[in-house]
């Protein structure tokens, strides 16, 4: 499985996409004893010089998991900064891909992060989330509403298919973005010296999400579904509008009356503890406002 990172959910007219702080899938692995060696020949490379920081990662990700990680540079993945695919079954090794044109050993780092946090958990207490039958009933009924109401009625197998985009990609915001940000915190205490390429990701996804606030974005949306993407990136903003200490990263979301939400999401990000043990409580705290209903939790296997 992939988790394709960094994640956030933007709404374009032609089409869905997720990028930015977060995973796709859940991680799969066996948990073994794994010998520890000085440099990984699996992800050591000619090519590309990873800072001592990043081995130190991969290697934690091996300990912990059993498998080593494959890094490669990938020009296709366009505006995603990285993806990792867990190795499960038979597979040797996690694969970490990443864009060249991003800071390779943070978008490598916080994919790992994802990983290793989820071994933090036991392994009958792992999870996945599935788009439920209610939650593809109810957003299907507001794309049919949303494009009639627009003059652009759809048939129903167009309307599947759009469904299916927009509300997978506003589960994966709801399963990424929360704990992208607990990762990010682990980066920013832990890894100073990835600070720097830590900031361009970021601000690079904030002027990503703020594109969401456009009128083309609102005709391509139905309210609902904007209201929930928006409302998580409203709170992503404001993290770092703290973090950075730069007020001006929420001003978009005041302006567009989507600050309040944001607000909530982040409050309830702070008083809910921040180990891995809690993070489907986090998930939960999140899909309250918006997305109650539209998702289940289910055993990843």
């Known amino acids: 499985m992939a988790w394709q990172g960094v994640g956030q959910v933007q709404f374009r007219p032609a089409t869905l996409r997720v ?115 209610r939650g593809r009933r109810e957003v299907e009924e507001a794309l049919d509403d949303h494009f009639r109401n627009q003059g652009m009625p759809l048939p129903k197998q167009a309307l599947g298919g759009i469904r299916d985009q927009f509300l997978g990609g506003l589960i994966q915001q709801l399963r990424s973005m929360p704990i ?24 690079q996804q904030l002027n990503d999400n703020a594109q969401t606030l456009g ?15 928006v409302g998580m990136n409203s709170a992503f903003a404001l993290f770092w509008s703290r973090a950075l200490g730069d007020p001006l990263l929420g001003i978009p979301y005041k302006a567009s009356g989507h600050l309040a939400t944001g607000e909530e999401l ?13 993070d489907k409580k986090l998930i939960e705290s999140w899909g309250s406002l918006g997305l109650g209903g539209w998702y289940d939790f289910v055993p990843y296997s």
């Open 19 to 133: 990028a930015g702080h977060g995973a796709t899938g859940e991680p799969v692995g066996l948990l073994l004893k794994c010998r520890r060696s000085p440099i990984s020949p699996f992800w050591q490379s000619r090519s590309m010089s990873l800072l001592p920081v990043t081995q130190d990662v991969l290697r934690a990700v091996e300990d912990a998991t059993g498998r080593p990680v494959i890094v490669r540079p990938d020009a296709a993945l366009g505006t995603l900064l990285a993806k990792i695919t867990i190795a499960r079954g038979p597979a040797p090794a996690h694969v970490v891909a990443y864009n060249p044109a991003a800071g390779a050993d943070y978008v490598i780092c916080l994919q790992c992060g994802f990983l290793l946090r989820m071994f933090q958990i036991p392994e009958s207490e792992r999870f996945a989330i599935a788009a439920s039958a």
């Open 180 to 203: 992208g940000l607990r990762v990010d915190s682990w980066i920013r205490e832990n890894y100073p010296s990835l600070e720097e390429q830590q900031k361009q990701a970021v601000k």
């Open 215 to 229: 009128p083309h974005v609102r005709q391509l949306a139905p309210a609902n579904v904007f209201r929930a993407n």
């Open 266 to 278: 982040l409050r309830t990000w702070d008083q809910i503890p921040s180990d891995a043990a809690h």
